[in-house]
């Protein structure tokens, strides 16, 4: 029970710790505010997400293709 409570404890800290680096930003480390290190992270990872979501339709739908010929071909012998 105690060490539930300390990973939700450090899980609080984790998320605000990661909310007010964006808001106040890595303008002293990088010379960006944090918003604008947050939209590269998203411009640069949705599109692959995208695509490998779309590669996982595009698999699934060709495998079901697939099977549903096989259990055609079975129906007809």
Known sequence: MTGAIVKIIIGAILIVA??????QGSTKVLGRDGLQDLMSILNGGIPPIVFLIGLFVVWLELDELRIEK?????RKR
Not at 18 to 23: G, H, R
Not at 70 to 74: D, I, N, Q, T
């Open 18 to 23: 990661s909310v007010w680096w964006v808001l």
């Open 70 to 74: 096989e259990l055609s071909s079975k």
